[in-house]
């Protein structure tokens, strides 16, 4: 019955259409030797798919698909496969390739399905079947050591990691000892920039803030100097009219007085010269006339003295007033230069702070001396690489 059956396959095979097309052109460029062997092969893929059909390709997906076909068991929490149903399917497939091969030939059946498996399965098993063997081998026997990208990390927080601890992440590397020194302090200067930015930023924005307040406190010290220069002004004004009138109501008393005098020294001068008709002698003898001209030159240098003493005065008074106009002067710079100075030495004694406490950190020295540690480590691992200490 099976060789009936082989013989209507090989019959509508060699009926085809195409058969004739496809083996003249294999006998053009092959020969006939060529032309047999693909012959049969292609009755072998004929005899493959009369007999046992597309069922039998796709069992090969279904025990991926439910491995409960080959054997019933309770699937892990975790796993889509139970490691059982990873052998069987292994078995499974096996058997796949041991059938294809009877058909087809030991080359074409292996690679039928191992190559199928290998290319054609291997994306779509990745997550499922692949990833279940992997996950159960590697919680066992998980291998895999670390990248460069592991020797970066380390060195953002190299500062809080042992040297052992480090030396014995990094020691499986693949990396030359260089490239891995070269992770470490691309690591650790990321590790610094996260340190210090903030550490700048403050510094930069507690010196903006000093610049702000600075001009605005040198603005409103402005206008107080100018309000006190502006009252200044007005004081010398009415300090000077004061003294005009105080000068202009003595010397008005003066001249008056003077004005005086000067008609009694006129009326005595001409009474010394005018004759009596009745006696024949002045009307103010010799002697009175001198006694009289000594009483107005005593007033008159009386009048004199009190003029020198209102010079005086007036001397005196602008005198004191432009020395306490100069003194509240010096006051008023003096009180703006110690404020401002006073306001400057506590912002830049903030500052200052700031900086001395940023140089006083010893991460940085710490970060040097562990990456040169671990680096002199690995290279003593390796035995080569190059002395950077």
């Known amino acids: 019955m099976i060789v009936m059956v082989n013989g209507n396959i090989v019959s509508s095979g ?6 004739p097309t496809i083996f003249e052109e294999i006998a053009d460029f092959l020969g006939a030797k060529d032309v047999t062997e693909a012959m049969s092969r292609y009755l072998r893929l004929q005899i ?37 149903h990873i052998s069987e399917i292994f078995f499974a497939t096996l058997q796949k390739t ?8 030991e080359e ?5 399905i191992s190559e199928m ?11 499922n079947y692949n990833a279940s063997l992997q996950t159960i081998l590697n919680v066992w026997k998980g291998s895999l050591p670390p990248d460069l990208s592991v020797a970066q990390a380390l060195g953002m927080r190299l500062d809080r990691v042992e040297t052992k601890y480090a030396t014995s992440i990094l020691a499986p590397t693949s990396a030359l000892p260089y490239t891995i020194l070269e992770a470490l302090v691309q690591g650790s200067y990321n590790r610094l920039s996260q340190l210090y930015t903030p550490l700048d930023q403050n510094v930069i924005s507690t010196i903006q803030i000093k610049n702000t307040y600075l001009t605005a406190h040198l603005t409103a010290l402005g206008e107080y100097v100018t309000n006190v220069i502006n009252d200044l002004i007005f004081d010398v004004q009415y300090f000077t009219e004061r003294l005009e009138n105080y000068v202009n109501t003595a010397l008005t008393v003066i001249l008056e007085r003077l004005t005086t005098r000067l008609d009694d020294l006129e009326a005595v001068e001409s009474r010394h010269n005018t004759t009596d008709p ?19 030159y005593a007033d008159v240098q009386g009048l004199q003295n009190t003029f020198n003493q209102i010079k005086t005065e007036v001397s005196n008074l602008i005198s004191d007033y432009f020395s306490n106009l100069d003194n509240v002067l010096n006051d008023c710079v003096t009180l703006v230069i110690n404020y401002l100075n006073l306001y400057e030495d506590n912002i830049n004694t903030l500052i200052n702070n700031e900086v001395s406490a940023i140089n006083g950190l010893t991460i940085p020295n ?6 040169a540690e671990i680096y002199e480590r690995i290279r003593a691992y390796r035995e080569c690489g190059f002395n950077y200490s």
């Open 48 to 84: 493959l798919k009369a007999t046992v059909g597309e069922k039998w390709l796709r069992d090969v997906f279904s025990v991926f698909e439910n491995p409960d076909l080959l054997v019933s068991l309770p699937k892990p929490k975790a796993l889509p496969y139970h490691p059982k």
């Open 366 to 371: 710490d970060i040097k001396t562990k990456i």
């Open 98 to 105: 041991i059938e294809s091969s009877a058909y087809l030939g």
């Open 14 to 19: 060699l009926k085809s259409s195409k058969l």
């Open 278 to 296: 009745s006696t024949g002698y002045p009307l103010l003898d010799d002697e009175t006339y001198a006694s009289m001209l000594a009483e107005i």
């Open 117 to 127: 498996l290998s290319e054609g399965l291997s994306s779509a098993l990745e997550s």
């Open 108 to 112: 074409i059946g292996s690679e039928c």
